[in-house]
């Protein structure tokens, strides 16, 4: 019995391991700045804009000089407008501005990195970032590493036309590969660049411990044995 009300209990641990992907859409966070380097929801972001690049006017821009806080926005105004978006009304976006209720800022993002907790094997994110205007060009990446090596990646381009710029979107996937790190970045021409960004419903998935299974398969075998 008690054996039986063990592998009850882990089946049970087992079985959330394989529920699938986590989402956070920040909705249990408040409205405000979160430092440079956080852990939520498994996911710990970090080394947001360190990198030197040039502007997309082709000013330069030195390591440091964009401002590398981690941000939840209320960003009410936006999901009214684009209900394609995310999941109302929290966003995480970055850089060094806060616009208090329901209005918000896209903040600058040129780079973060995503670390796991737990190992994954699919990672999805949608962003919301200006085109046209002087953005156009400006390519953005999201890789997927392993002991920090790429193992995966996706980009796009963003559009760029004459006159007034505009809000976009885009979702990144990776999936079918193991990976334990995650990194957006924006490049233009090779270099670092500073196009806007914000961030909504990051959804891993994370890879089944093997040792809660290989102790799953090792009562269910000693269950056998006591039956006969």
Known sequence: MKI?????ALAGACGAALAGPVVSDYEDLDEGFYGTEFNHNGVTYRNVNNQAGFYPDGEA??????S?????ENAGLLYNDFPEFGSPVNAMTFGGVLVPGENLSIGALSTVTMDLDTPANAASVQLAYYEN????GIVYQFDALLNGQVVA???????GADGRDNIAFHTFNIDGVEFDS???YATLNGEFTAPRGMIDNLSITPIPAPASLVAFAGLAGMAARRRR
């Open 133 to 136: 205007g002087p953005w156009g």
């Open 68 to 72: 590398g806080e981690v941000v939840i």
């Open 182 to 184: 995650l990194n957006l």
């Open 153 to 159: 990646s996706e980009s796009f381009v963003i559009a």
């Open 4 to 8: 039986a009300i063990a592998i009850t």
């Open 61 to 66: 821009f030195e390591a440091g000089d964009l």
